[in-house]
């Protein structure tokens, strides 16, 4: 079945980790996108990329870092320059331009 | 900006009765979407409209859109306890085709069995 997948599910940092979140998509999507989820709240876009080797800040990219090297893969770094990264975060996928986003089931990290 | 804003913030109602939820926004868009979200989810996508578009059906969902008051309503009709969701509508700027889409801080939803 084409899908996005994200990994872990759930993600534990200790203060001054980096870590990376893992989105892969089998859709032959092009563009892909990164999300961040507070409870309550919206989304807000942190990173985003249309093409390979291609990716653009978003709202909220200070203490965040991704790399688009593969059409399928869009993984996210966490550094400890983040300092309130507990949050939900979302991966998304989309083909066409202005067409529908196809989302990840969501990667939940928690600061320990 | 041109973010969404769904209103109300939370709606509360028996099953079997209608859900309507209303979203504005601030500048002239290409497209409008409307996104469900389970509780710890990722979103699943429910419809999208054009802004030449001024209505769109999808089962029990009815999507309108008015260009000139700058707002959608989604309509989902004879609710069931699993509509139980939060709901997003995610707006994109005119003239900025392949940007990204900004999203609203969503309606929650509680149907009442």
């Known amino acids: 079945d084409g899908g996005i997948t994200q990994s872990p599910k759930y993600l534990f940092r200790k203060e001054g980790q980096n870590v990376t979140l893992s989105c892969e998509q089998n859709l032959n999507h092009d563009a892909m996108y990164w999300y961040r989820q507070d409870p309550g709240q919206g989304l807000r876009l942190i990173y985003y990329s249309q093409i390979v080797n291609d990716f653009q800040k978003g709202d909220i990219a200070e203490g965040y870092s991704v790399s688009r090297e593969k059409k399928e893969s869009f993984p996210l770094t966490v550094t400890s320059a983040q300092k309130n990264p507990t949050a939900f975060y979302l991966c998304a996928s989309s083909d066409i331009k202005g067409a529908g986003y196809t989302f990840g089931s969501g990667t939940r990290l928690t600061v320990v | 900006s041109q973010q969404g804003e769904e209103d109300p913030q939370a709606l509360s109602i028996q099953e079997g009765e209608n859900a309507t939820m209303n979203c504005s926004y601030k500048?002239?868009?290409?497209?409008l979407q409307w996104y469900r979200q389970n509780s710890g989810r990722g979103l699943v996508h429910l419809i999208l409209i054009r802004s030449n578009e001024r209505e769109k059906h999808s089962g029990r969902l009815r999507v309108t859109l008015d260009t000139s008051k700058k707002s959608s309503s989604l309509l989902i009709t004879a609710s069931r306890a699993a509509d139980t969701a939060s709901y997003f509508c995610?707006?994109?700027?005119?003239?900025?085709?392949?940007?990204?889409?900004?999203f609203g801080p969503g309606t929650r939803l509680s149907v009442l069995p």
């Open positions: 500048t002239s868009i290409n497209n």
């Open positions: 995610a707006t994109d700027a005119a003239g900025n085709y392949g940007q990204n889409f900004v």
